[in-house]
């Protein structure tokens, strides 16, 4: 049974930081390239930042570029999204999903699995 669970989401205010995880199961997890997903109210899903299998190559979103940072631990089947100078603006629901496929890395359709969500909220 495939499980893909996030956590670390929170209130934190504007300059803060936040580390995501997100721990995987029941699939071969290094086998995976890994993203990150937010989604703001009333806004569509979009791509944050994703990191190929082996962690050697990564993609950010220009919106967070500089400020987030993907990584991942294959040994703990987990992915981590850390955070800093986080604005209001990243305000939203964050995902973490797989893919088998590194082609269309920044869509949605191109995750196989996805967890359900862990809220980011930033507000002073």
């Known amino acids: 049974q495939v499980q893909v669970v996030e956590s670390g989401g929170g209130l934190v205010q504007p300059g803060g930081s936040l580390r995501l995880s997100c721990a995987a199961s029941?699939?071969?997890?290094?086998?995976?390239?890994m993203g990150w997903f937010r989604q703001a109210p009333g806004k569509e899903r979009e791509f944050v930042a994703a990191?190929?299998?082996?962690?050697?190559?990564?993609k950010y979103a220009d919106s967070v570029k500089g400020r987030f940072t993907i990584s991942r631990d294959n040994a703990k089947n987990t992915v981590y999204l850390q955070m800093n100078s986080l604005k209001p603006e990243d305000t939203a629901v964050y995902y973490c999903?797989?893919?088998?496929?590194?082609?269309?890395?920044?869509?949605?359709?191109?995750?196989?699995?996805w967890g359900q969500g862990t809220q980011v909220t930033v507000s002073s």
């Open positions: 029941g699939f071969t997890f290094s086998n995976y390239g």
């Open positions: 990191i190929t299998w082996s962690g050697v190559n990564t």
């Open positions: 999903a797989a893919a088998m496929s590194w082609v269309l890395v920044t869509t949605v359709s191109n995750y196989d699995y």
